[in-house]
């Protein structure tokens, strides 16, 4: 079984707290918008991480994260992309893939909105972790954390990041 953090759309924002819920991690998995290559060195310096590069991610991020991976975790094929869609509106860009070969799970990022479906009709998990940095008009900051159990996603659990200071900037929903 491998747990592990995902988030996008960082925009450069380092947050302690990434290292909070990545200590029980055993991976990170980054999304895209990464913003700098500091953020993904600290990143790195955590755990493990898996990343593709996004719309703001320019030069030297573009040369170390590709803009669509596709692996194995566990005996799940992962497929995540930056610019991805949804189920039933997928990105032009990555939807011939997606129908070609369906993989077990499929992580975009992009629009800051968290969403977690299942699609029916290519029988997949699509995950977006929503925006876990401060640029764009969310209102929350976002993580997601998984498990993956052979082919099983289980105990998803949806981390919201309290930038308010009335709860000292470190507490949950």
């Not at 302690?16 to 953020?39: F, N, Q, S, V």
């Amino acid at each position: 079984m491998r747990r592990i953090l995902l988030l996008s759309d960082t925009h450069g924002l380092w947050d302690e707290r990434y290292a909070k819920y990545a200590e029980a991690c055993d991976e990170i998995w980054h999304a895209g918008d990464i913003g700098t290559l500091e953020l993904a060195e600290q990143l790195a310096a955590l755990k493990p991480l898996r990343a593709v590069c996004g719309n703001i991610d320019g030069g030297v991020l573009r040369r170390m994260f590709p803009e669509t991976l596709r692996f194995r975790c566990e005996d799940a094929d992962v497929l995540m992309k930056h610019i991805g869609g949804y189920p039933g509106r997928y990105d032009r860009s990555i939807a011939k893939e997606l129908y070609a070969r369906p993989p077990h799970l499929f992580v975009s990022g992009h629009s800051h909105i968290l969403k977690v479906q299942h699609d029916p009709a290519l029988r997949l998990l699509h995950i977006n972790p929503g925006a876990a940095g401060r640029h764009g008009w969310q209102q929350v900051r976002t993580l997601v954390r998984f498990s993956i159990d052979g082919c099983a996603f289980k105990d998803l659990e949806v981390i919201e990041l309290a930038d308010d200071l009335r709860c000292n900037g470190d507490d949950e929903y």
